[in-house]
């Protein structure tokens, strides 16, 4: 992976590794409503919601609405995308992100 699209690189107000050994990292997203990130790209992750969000997602221009639940929890292949906050609510994620 090109680690300068790696989102703590891109968007380090948003995203920050909280544990990284050799075999996975674990990134924590904080953002709030009307946020927007740079473009980055994610590995392969497991995908954990720690509050509800509705995030605006861009990929090579395809553009979804994505609503998730608090405490959810799945598989993410990697991907390379914008995301933004268009909920009324802060988002609050864990990527554990497999290396």
């Given at each position: 992976m090109d680690d300068s699209l790696h989102p703590t690189v891109t968007d380090p107000e948003f995203y920050q590794v909280v544990f990284e050994n050799d075999k996975v990292r674990v990134v924590?997203?904080?953002?709030?409503?009307?946020?927007?990130?740079?473009?980055?790209r994610h590995p392969d992750s497991v995908l954990i919601t720690l509050s509800a969000f509705r995030?605006?997602?861009?990929?090579?221009?395809?553009?979804?609405?994505?609503?998730?639940?608090?405490?959810?929890a799945g598989w993410m292949a990697g991907l390379t995308h914008v995301g933004e906050n268009v909920g009324d609510t802060p988002t609050h994620v864990l990527f554990?992100?497999?290396?």
């Open positions: 924590e997203l904080r953002d709030v409503p009307g946020a927007r990130t740079r473009r980055h995030r605006r997602m861009t990929t090579d221009g395809n553009t979804v609405e994505v609503d998730r639940g608090p405490f959810e554990v992100e497999i290396k």
